[in-house]
């Protein structure tokens, strides 16, 4: 059966979830679809005495249920129940997420949410293996390192892949044994209200789970900064990011992860693999229209071999076929808003007026959504924000060196490390380059992530603080207790 719908057919939850059920809300913030720019619903805006209801809803459901102090292995059974309800309900799960994102509908059924389940399950196995240690000490005492959850952790997610950033916050939290107040991006949250409403269909403890819809100013700022949350792990911009650590260090200071924005380099040396290295670079700009925080935004290229390279991925880059995100078949995503499409055409343009080359796109495509086309520049000024600024959006630029010193220093980015490419065949030339890298994921002769998700993912510099995923993700999940006994 055909995955694709008509947007109009979709039934949107309306309002927050707190508590284990739907609580009514105003509509404040109009929202439009990213793929005909239809106006289509109203997002509301959580108050600070409604996020206080959330944590105190969360604190509730840790105290009645014993999640965090049954066995745990019963947590790890709740959480695989949750999980089979997701894959159970891909598909309401992709409609709702579908209609106001720019995920087509298309890649998340066996994509994003057969990956969001998997990693729900793969965190769920840590509750009842993932223990405290027992120290050396003198004989006469024994010491300990005992770990217990926060409580209530606050969550703040993005819009750009807005079920597996969710899946990211709530897996490895739940599994932790806290509840979560979580408030998805006022653009795209209903997926998130829906992935909440089935937790409690799975048997999850009503409260244990909440979301929160609002903006950054009054929700996120008043969930970051509730002083009865333990921890604050947040996804977005590093702007954002650093509103936020402002807002803890005002409000009184807690843990947090933050995972931020990037503009990452690909390394192409003059023996890669072309035609393999072609496919990586133009999906990681193709790939929900480089709306991605890894997404591999600078190709830095040995010139011997830049032509060829460019020629390969203009072919592939060409065959991008834009459609709506409620078509089954569509492979290239609309970018989010009109206010991405005029900032990343601000930057393009401004590169172009300086000189720069344009080798594929340039501009917004004519569609009623919001699309542009992918965009291939070159000759760029070094102060051009196209290579200086995330632009998150469909544009790549190419510059070339002659040593690998100069690829080196052309990759390290003065704010963003998230993460980087090296295509090379040569192992020792890889493994150097890697070591020298200061990003914190290096993919070689591939780009992207795998299903691996024991392998953490985080920024260098300004592009974060602490892991998602890994093993890192379960244990920034609770704190640290030292225990000293005289026996
Ligand atoms: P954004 O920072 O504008 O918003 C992200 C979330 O933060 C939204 O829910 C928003 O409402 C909220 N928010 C904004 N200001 C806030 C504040 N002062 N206090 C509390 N909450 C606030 O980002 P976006 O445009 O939604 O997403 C794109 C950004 O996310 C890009 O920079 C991208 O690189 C980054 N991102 C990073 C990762 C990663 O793993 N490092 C993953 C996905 C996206």
Redesign the pocket.
Known sequence: MSLSFSPESVDLPRGHFIGGKMVPAKGEMPMRRPSDGVLYADCPIASVELVDEAVQAGKRALKDSGWATERPRERTKALHRWADLIEAEAETLARLEAVSSTRPVGQLVDGDIAVTAEQIRFFAEFADKEGSDLVPTASGSLGMIMTEPYGVVGA??????PLS?AGWKLGPALAAGNAVVL????LTPFSTLYLAELSVRAGLPAGLINIVLG???VT??AL?GHPEIGKVS???????GA??MA?VARTGIKPMTL????KSPQLVFADADLSRTAKAVASSILFNAGQA?VAGSRLIVDARVADALVDAILVLISEARPGPTWDADTQYSPVISQAQIDRIDSIVQTARRAGAETYAGGGPLDSAGYFYAPTLLGNLEPSSPALTE?I?GPVLTVQTFQHEDEALALADHPTYG?AAGVFTQDVSRAIRVTRALQAGTVWVNRYGRSRDHILP?G?YKS??IGK?LGREAYQANRKSKSVLIDV
């Open positions: 703040i997610t993005p819009w750009n892949f950033m408030k998805p991006s006022e903006n950054g100013a996120g700022t970051t947040f996804t977005g911009s590093t702007v954002a509103a936020i807002n995972e931020l924005g990037g925080c995330e998150f998230l993912t920024g592009s974060g998602d």
